[in-house]
């Protein structure tokens, strides 16, 4: 009787816990899954654009998420609800696939890096150097939190 | 029992599971209804900034300082992090420009300029901050890639139609680069010769005072700077007036709807030693 009760138990769960299940991706080029939902908390991994992370819950402006087992916290503007897999994605010369048009969207419909390279062969004397440099400067958060903390301000 | 049980279950098993597809659909229905709206993907306006700061660069040179640079970086990225986009494909950056105008520029994306000009006419660490917070809010509203004539836009989504593509073919490289050309030009144009409209650059100081006091500054500080440059006469002709509505439009604006918050003088006192001893 309890092996029948247990069968049937499980044959209602299961379904119910895929239809609740729901993954948002990574629309940033990094981000952190952080041990708390807060910024400067931990980080337990790193994600990249285009990963898929299996939504928890939310809380506030945070995604609770389990990425590759990993459970942590990513803020909502570092993802998005629609899907795209960038394996779909076809390479010139490479067999064509379809993508769906949110995919298209998501993956970089038109302007892409090898829209940016031909734009810079055209406009040598556009300073993208300086752009990389001005993009490779980044405060560290320690010493971010730190400024934060001395000033009296409010953490995010 | 168990033969006419077990078959139900299964049976409701994937009823079930098929049901989870037609809720995904009507939630992807959704998703694409609201992203219509949306010009650009994150990606696409990260790599239109990267260019149209290429072209500011191209004509302000940049001041290379890195202590100033970091300290301007962090009152910028506090104000990002209490903004309602803390998070942008590329991130926030800021430089300064080498430049004696006053002025300050948002690129697409996260870059975020400001003039040695600007950084001589603020007083405080507040105003600084609220300068910041006016451009993260033009980066918020995506105000820079909504200035992109909306026929390059569908020039390019009709290029591609429903193909995604991580490499194009010479032809389709050649109208794309055509396109991305357009697009940085109309937001180059727009945020450094025309200036943004009225209401984005109301918009823009209305959520610039939310982000200042979310993060803790005194967000009078932005009506203080406005007030300085009419007294200076700094609010006509070229630099900020060139690229701003009338000045004393925007300050009746600020002074009516800055929140009334109580500004530790103390700690008020620490923000502006420390950003005398970063301009000195």
Known sequence: ?156 | MNRILYPILILVFFAVSCSQIDIGSIGQVAQETFSAAKPLSDEEEYYVGRAVAAQILSTYPLLENRSLTEYVNSVGETVALHSDRPVTYGGYHFAILNSSEINAFSCPGGIIFITRGTINAVRNEDELAAVLAHEVAHINHRDGVSAIQKARLTQVATLIGSQAAQRYTPAQLSQLVSAFEGSVDDVFKTIVVNGYGRSQEYHADESALSYLSRAGYDPSALEDFLERLVSQGQSSGGGIMKTHPATADRIERVKRETPSVKVDASAFKIRTRRFQEAVR
Not at chain 1, 1 to 28: N, Q
Not at chain 1, 29 to 48: D, L
Not at chain 1, 98 to 114: H, M, Y
């Open chain 1, 1 to 156: 009787m309890k092996v029948r009760l247990f069968i049937v138990l499980l044959f209602i769960a299961v379904p119910a816990v895929s239809l609740g299940a729901e993954t948002v991706t990574v629309i940033t080029k990094e981000n952190a899954i952080r041990e708390s939902c807060r910024f400067f908390a931990p980080v337990k991994a790193t994600v990249h654009y285009g990963d898929a992370l299996e939504v928890v819950s939310q809380e506030g402006d945070w995604f609770q998420v389990n990425f590759r087992g990993v459970p942590g916290c990513i803020h909502k503007s570092a993802v998005s609800k629609e899907s795209f897999s960038l394996s779909k994605l076809h390479l010139t010369g490479s067999p064509k696939q379809s993508a769906s048009g949110q995919e298209v969207a998501l993956a970089g419909k038109g302007f892409n890096p090898q829209v940016e390279a031909a734009y810079r062969n055209q406009n040598p004397q556009l300073k993208f150097g300086e752009v990389n440099a001005i993009e490779g400067y980044k405060v560290s958060e320690i010493r971010l939190r730190e400024f934060i903390r001395s000033g009296k301000l409010n953490p995010p």
